[in-house]
């Protein structure tokens, strides 16, 4: 399956840049160009990975990041910044970013770096688990039967994650 890429990025030239080489290498890639789109865009399109500029109008990377995070969502993130000093790492970090590459950065690199996690992600198995019209979402921790969300605790979401890997 091609691995989804959301790129969020502000400098319409790197942005470009960006998307053309992970084009070429394959991956589907999705554009958008600051804060609130990012979210909004990482919401809707369920993307494998998310390289996320640190500065960008609206909404910051870090802050969007941090959003993600509190509403549970596991997606790999790349964050990308100009910022190169420890304490902006430890920040970045700290708001869930999976890993951080400072600009001006070889495509080489990124594209390694991407790689490496999609290839973390694919091991820990899919997002969706689906029995009959039981659909369950690892990242957003949420279940449907059918249309119908049905609530559960952490524990018994677990359970149920546990016996749909595990059916006999
Ligand atoms: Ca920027």
Redesign the pocket.
């Given at each position: 399956m091609t691995a989804h890429i959301l790129l969020v990025?502000?400098?319409a030239k790197l942005a470009r840049m960006i998307e053309l080489e992970l084009s070429y290498e394959a991956y589907q890639v999705s554009v958008v160009h600051d804060g609130l789109a990012g979210l909004t865009a990482a919401r809707d399109l369920q993307p494998d990975l998310i390289i996320l500029?640190?500065?960008?109008p609206g909404l910051s990377g870090l802050e969007v990041c941090r959003r993600l995070r509190t509403t549970g969502d596991k997606v790999s993130i790349i964050l990308l910044t100009a910022k190169d000093d420890v304490s902006d790492r430890v920040l970045g970090l700290d708001a869930g970013a999976d890993d951080y590459v400072v600009k001006p950065f070889s495509i080489e690199e990124l594209l390694a770096r991407v790689r490496a996690h999609l290839r973390r992600t694919s091991e820990t198995g899919p997002d969706i688990l689906q029995f009959a019209d039981l659909r369950l979402n690892r990242r957003t921790r949420e279940v449907h039967r059918g249309d119908r969300l049905i609530e559960l605790t952490a524990k018994e979401f677990d359970l149920l994650d546990y016996l749909l890997v595990h059916p006999q």
């Open positions: 990025e502000d400098e500029d640190w500065l960008l």
